[in-house]
């Protein structure tokens, strides 16, 4: 009996071991964007998020499918909170823009994509701020 029980110990202990991060810290602070789809005009598939220090730095970047009507949690290990150019792009290649949006770490914004009018216009907001640019057409 004692043995059985040294032995559940000793498999407790390597289990708990093993459950943690194996960098042995903490998982980086991450900004997640909560991408919207609302092209109802004109249904686009996003697939990609890149994100870019306004000052300079290495662009992240990350992939996923959202199709219309979809909503989905993007995370983004971005390095620091600032501001940063925040592009989105459609399964086609076409993309939609936001030269500064500040984001904050860890923290969260809202991505919305909308395709509405006649002729159909594309138009979108990342954090409550309007696109600065779009190559997206129907």
């Known amino acids: 009996m004692k043995h059985r029980l040294g032995a559940l110990a000793l498999l407790l202990l390597f289990l708990a071991a093993c459950s943690g991060n194996p960098n042995g810290g903490t998982a980086p602070p991450q900004h997640t964007f909560t991408v919207r789809n609302n092209t109802s005009a004109a249904h686009k598939q996003l697939t990609r998020i890149e994100v870019t220090p306004v000052n300079g ?20 290990a971005i390095p620091r909170t600032g501001n ?6 459609s399964s086609d290649g076409q993309s939609m823009w936001w030269d500064s949006v500040a984001l904050a770490l ?13 002729p159909v216009r594309f138009s979108g907001t990342c954090a409550g701020i309007p696109n600065d640019g779009t190559t997206m057409t129907p």
């Not at 992240?60 to 909503?71: P, R």
């Not at 809202?110 to 009018?117: K, Y």
């Open 106 to 118: 860890p923290g969260s914004s809202t991505l919305d994509v909308f395709a509405a009018g006649y």
């Open 84 to 89: 940063y150019t925040v592009r989105t792009y």
């Open 57 to 76: 730095g290495a662009t992240l970047t990350a992939t996923f499918v959202c199709n219309y009507g979809e909503t989905k949690s993007v995370p983004v």
